[in-house]
């Protein structure tokens, strides 16, 4: 059965087209073209939906309660805010992460987000013994995708050291063991996919990322790991290591094409000549990053690179595909003091490199996943804008509110409205 959607307008990273029809068959776009007859979405535009590559979903329970500082202590940073989200996650049970997760997913829908990574590192009981499933919380953050409807891909975490007890495993193997029982767990489930992570240098050890590496690639998996974020985890790992954290990564043969490194806020040029050298990626979330007082990417070196490029809302202390691609550019524009500064070879605009980055793709096409988002063309940010400029008023000139509707594998999965629960 396939299933026709006409809007005004096709939007794609260069532009806008009028009188196309977008072709859903089994979940996949079969066909971007002329058509006469399907269901007609008036004053809408279509575009791909974004992909929201680094997430842990319970963390958005902090939104607006850590934007204060305890008078005791004066001093507020990433490593106070921490210990904030410590407590948030010593409370979490299996039915409370699932609401948790899927209040968090169904935003994001709304948002235009259609696609989640989730970085999940919260795996067992709060004294850290196993749950009878020792699977039970990743689980339960599946079932909430499920429920909300967003493409998921779940990446255990591996945590050795630090932290609190629920986060760590006795060993590597097993943890490794639950993410095979998992994948087994996930066959079948359209919307899920399963990778592996580890959480950081600072709680993984070097013999346990060694063997992350190899089992990710071992079984061609997207391996995910936090990296350069605050400038401490830098000092720490030189001294234990004497070398700066992608520096280890690629001697330990953790850097390949499917690794993504989340942040990259402080990496030097060795390192980001590393990630390019192998083909890795990095993951920006200048929100989440901003509101930590993390720092700002090398934006401009990571493009002229040509190292990929994702985002992600992590902390979810907003959820606005929009607005981190805007935090891109104008950081960017902050730091250099110039216009128009991530320019892709051949572009006189930011905008198609910033929709890359945020979709994972350039547009709309055949044999694509049908994730797809429906923007309304009368929204007060964008009714009057000419449909070449609407690519760059998306990005510079609106925020999630412009977004209503998303299609998830070729299902209507959510408009705004429907979320007020
Ligand atoms: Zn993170």
Redesign the pocket.
């Known amino acids: 059965m396939s299933h026709t959607l006409i809007p005004d307008l096709v939007l794609d990273a260069h532009g806008a087209r009028s009188g196309l029809g977008v072709t859903i068959e089994g979940g996949r776009i079969s066909e971007v073209g002329p058509v006469a007859e399907g269901e007609r979405l008036p004053g809408k535009a279509l575009a791909p939906g974004f992909v929201n590559d680094?997430s842990?979903a319970f963390q958005r329970g902090l939104r607006g309660a850590v934007e204060r500082i305890e008078p005791s202590r004066p001093h507020d940073d990433f490593w106070t805010w921490r210990e904030r989200m410590y407590a948030l996650a010593e409370g979490l049970t299996p039915d409370s992460i699932r609401e948790a997760s899927r209040r968090c997913y169904e935003e994001m829908l709304s948002a235009g987000y259609t696609s989640v990574t989730e970085?999940h590192y919260v795996h067992h009981l709060p004294d850290g013994t196993p749950y009878e499933d020792p699977n039970a919380l990743a689980k339960a953050v599946v079932l909430a995708a499920e429920d909300a409807g967003i493409r998921l891909l779940l990446l255990p975490v591996a945590y050795a050291r630090g932290g609190i007890p629920r986060f760590r495993d006795a060993s590597v193997e097993a943890f490794l063991r639950r993410v095979d029982d998992l994948k087994v767990w996930s066959e079948g489930r359209p919307l899920i996919e399963v990778g592996v992570a580890a959480h950081s240098i600072r709680a993984v050890t070097r013999g346990w990322l060694q063997e992350l590496g190899d089992y990710a690639r071992g079984g061609g998996l997207p391996l995910h790991i936090?990296a350069d974020e605050q400038r401490r985890e830098i000092e720490e790992c030189q001294t234990e290591y004497d070398m700066r954290p992608v520096e280890l990564l690629a001697e330990i043969g953790f850097l390949g094409p499917n690794t993504t490194v989340?942040?990259a806020t402080h990496a030097d040029e060795r390192e980001l000549n590393l990630l390019a050298g192998h083909g890795s990626s990095v993951c920006a979330?200048p929100t989440?990053e901003g509101n930590l007082g993390d720092g700002f990417l090398p934006a401009m070196e990571i493009l002229e690179r040509g190292i990929r490029l994702s985002i992600?809302s992590?902390?979810h202390a907003r959820i606005d595909p929009f607005e981190e691609l805007r935090e891109l550019e104008t950081n960017a524009r902050r730091l250099s003091g110039r216009r128009n500064v991530l320019l892709a070879e051949g572009e006189t605009s930011p905008t198609p490199y910033l929709l890359r980055a945020g979709w994972g793709r350039g547009g709309l096409k055949a044999g694509d996943s049908a994730d797809l988002i429906e923007i309304d063309l009368s929204h007060p940010a964008l009714a009057d804008v000419e449909a070449g400029n609407l690519p760059s008023a998306l990005v510079f000139g609106s925020g999630s509110g412009v977004v209503v509707g998303a299609w998830v594998d070729g299902q209507s999965v959510c408009a705004p409205n429907d979320t007020g629960s």
Do not use: N
């Open positions: 680094h842990h970085f936090h989340v942040h979330c989440t992600g992590d902390s």
